[in-house]
């Protein structure tokens, strides 16, 4: 019998910083950040931000503090995991309060840090077993989600960039997620991943976008931006050719779907 989570996953895309005049100096762009009201109707929500690189530890924590504060959320802190994978017990005190846990940044290197750690069970019992727990990210925060994580790596194949898997967080098993995907130019690259492996739909996440999965498969979109949802499952034919300039690949039966504001899909279908 497949268990239902209780909790949410939500995964947001959308334009985070611009650079000021002053060099290092950055400011949130005020209206994109409206998506992260999705994360929860209550403004007093206990949320815990989660970095695990020191860039993201030193720039986005204030930035997504601050964020936060600006769309009226007044119950936040933030929990850096270092590589050294030492976890103290305050750590493990935020989090079993926490109602909303938020990825930001680069994460990885996350999941080496937390494997071999009681932090990830108790993440996933909470999501399991918790109501309305919120599991999320934002931008390549959010590509850490699922059991398997996208990079980009450099490689011989048809593309001059194809998108490698590295195992991840596990939070849902039959989907990748790509944030930084782009209708004019992401395509191919995620279609590619996912022709490769076949076991997983690809999520492509367009600027200005939520994804909202509830029930561990029932998914809905938000925002001003799309979400594109390619599945493998029939694909009987495929072909490549890497004699040209541009390269390409032809397949058959591959399908997909375009998700715009309002619309629900079953990944599970």
């Not at 019992?125 to 990079?151: H, T, W």
């Amino acid at each position: 019998m497949k268990i239902h989570p209780k909790g949410k996953l939500i995964f947001l895309s959308f334009k985070e910083i611009e650079p000021q005049e002053k060099e290092g100096d950055f400011s949130f762009i005020p209206g994109n950040v409206q998506l992260l009201t999705c994360l929860s109707d209550k403004k007093d929500v206990r949320i815990e931000l989660i970095t695990s690189d020191s860039l993201s530890y030193t720039r986005l924590h204030k930035f997504y503090k601050r964020a936060l504060s600006d769309v009226g959320y007044t119950n936040f802190n933030g929990i850096h995991f270092n590589s050294n994978g030492c976890i103290d017990s305050e750590t493990r005190k935020k989090l079993d309060v926490a109602e909303v846990v938020l990825f930001v940044g680069d994460q990885s290197g996350l999941f080496n840090i937390l494997k071999e750690s009681k932090i990830l069970g108790l993440l996933h019992k909470k999501y399991i077993e918790q109501e309305n727990f919120v599991v999320a990210g934002v931008n390549i925060g959010s590509v850490c989600l699922p059991s398997m994580m996208i990079v980009e790596e450099t490689r011989n194949d048809p593309f001059r960039k194809g998108l490698e898997l590295i195992p991840s967080l596990g939070f849902i098993d039959n989907c990748i997620i790509d944030t930084q995907y782009m209708q004019e130019t992401g395509y191919d690259k995620l279609a590619y991943t996912i022709v490769e492996h076949r076991d997983f739909m690809g999520l492509g996440l367009g600027n200005d976008t939520a994804l909202i999965i509830e029930k561990g498969s029932v998914a809905s979109c938000r925002g001003d931006g799309t979400v594109m949802v390619i599945n493998p499952c029939d694909i009987d034919h495929l072909e490549k050719n890497c004699d040209t300039e541009n390269h390409s690949f032809y397949m058959k039966n591959l399908k997909g779907r375009i998700m715009i504001d309002g619309c629900i899909v079953h990944l599970d279908d």
